[in-house]
């Protein structure tokens, strides 16, 4: 399959809209997500490597990919399915995490 880049430069108008673009043209709507799960995913391994605490690790993780769900919903990058499920899976780790005594 070849993706034609050019054609998504030539209808956009920012830096916002060629994601977009490449979002709904190239990717089908999975650009946003693969990037949310792809950045979560480095978070929680340096993370993990730095602190060896997988508690400390989740809720630090899941709570700058929220921030950053957040952003990419406001850029239409993601749906609003996927901004809920980081809000609750965050939700349960904190709680997890209170519950555990955050030790």
């Known amino acids: 399959m070849v ?3 050019t054609s998504v430069a ?3 108008t920012n830096i916002v ?3 977009q673009g490449v979002n709904d ?3 089908l709507g999975w650009f946003g997500t693969m990037l949310l799960i792809s950045i979560f995913l480095i978070l929680l391994m340096s993370f ?3 602190t060896q605490d997988i508690s400390k690790t989740l809720s630090a993780a899941l709570f700058i990919t929220f921030g950053l769900a957040v952003f990419l919903k406001a850029m239409s990058l993601i749906s609003s399915l996927t901004l809920y499920i980081t809000l609750i899976a965050g939700g349960a780790v904190l709680a997890f995490t209170w519950k555990k005594g955050g030790s």
């Open 17 to 19: 809209g060629f994601f």
């Open 48 to 50: 993990y490597f730095t």
């Open 3 to 5: 993706y034609n880049l």
């Open 10 to 12: 030539s209808n956009s």
């Open 25 to 27: 043209q190239l990717m």
